[in-house]
């Protein structure tokens, strides 16, 4: 099974930049979708970014497009967030997840993910 840790996260002004990790066990690593998700206290978790294991085919939220960026580095087992031109609306306890191929399934559902990280604060001060 393939177990997730996540690092990177912290305290940033608007504007600036972080860049998130998620070290992944196990060999089948590059046969997952990745994903990363975020929650805000007193929000419903939501979707942040996905990758596809087999085309690299990146997805992501209308509120990020332009500023984050979801990579995957198969040989280390590490898939990224980079996070650039951060607002304080950004704020929240980021997690990453990874799931099996499944054919017809979106890879914007955080329930349609097997495994998932402990989650690390991001913290986006005005």
């Known amino acids: 099974q393939v177990q997730l840790v996540e690092s990177g996260g912290g305290l940033v002004q608007a504007g600036g930049s972080l860049r998130l990790s998620c070290a992944a066990s196990?060999?089948?690593?590059?046969?997952?979708?990745m994903g990363w998700f975020r929650q805000a206290p007193g929000k419903e978790r939501e979707f942040v970014a996905a990758i596809r294991w087999s085309s690299g085919d990146t997805y992501y939220a209308d509120s990020v497009k332009g500023r984050f960026t979801i990579s995957r580095d198969n040989a280390k087992n590490t898939v990224y967030l980079q996070m650039n031109s951060l607002k304080p609306e950004d704020t929240a306890v980021y997690f990453c997840?990874?799931?099996?191929?499944?054919?017809?399934?979106?890879?914007?559902?955080?329930?349609?993910?097997?495994?998932w990280g402990q989650g690390t604060q991001v913290t986006v001060s005005s």
């Open positions: 196990g060999r089948t690593f590059s046969t997952y979708h």
């Open positions: 997840a990874g799931r099996r191929p499944r054919v017809g399934v979106p890879l914007t559902v955080w329930t349609e993910y097997d495994y």
